[in-house]
């Protein structure tokens, strides 16, 4: 499984080369904050689009689960 941060897709994205992920890895996980970063910040970052529609490129939320134990004590 291959998890991404957000500068490797958009300075591929900058470069016109967002496909070099999917034709390397197949699929991508990215987490839900990397998701938000990217397109919610602005239309006109680039490969939000792309981040927002791609099939490949699935989203996950991430849990500290040290943080979530101590809470339900």
């Known amino acids: 499984m291959i998890v991404s941060n957000t500068s490797p ?3 591929l994205a900058c470069i ?3 496909d070099v992920l999917p034709a390397l890895f197949g699929e ?3 987490p839900d904050a990397v ?3 990217i397109t919610g910040v602005a239309s006109n970052v680039p490969g939000a689009s792309d981040v927002r529609t791609a099939l490949w490129i699935h989203r ?6 040290l943080t979530a134990a101590q809470d339900s004590i």
């Open 9 to 11: 897709i958009i300075n």
């Open 28 to 30: 991508m996980v990215i």
């Open 60 to 65: 996950h939320s991430v849990v500290n689960r």
């Open 35 to 37: 998701f938000y970063e």
């Open 16 to 18: 016109g080369r967002l």
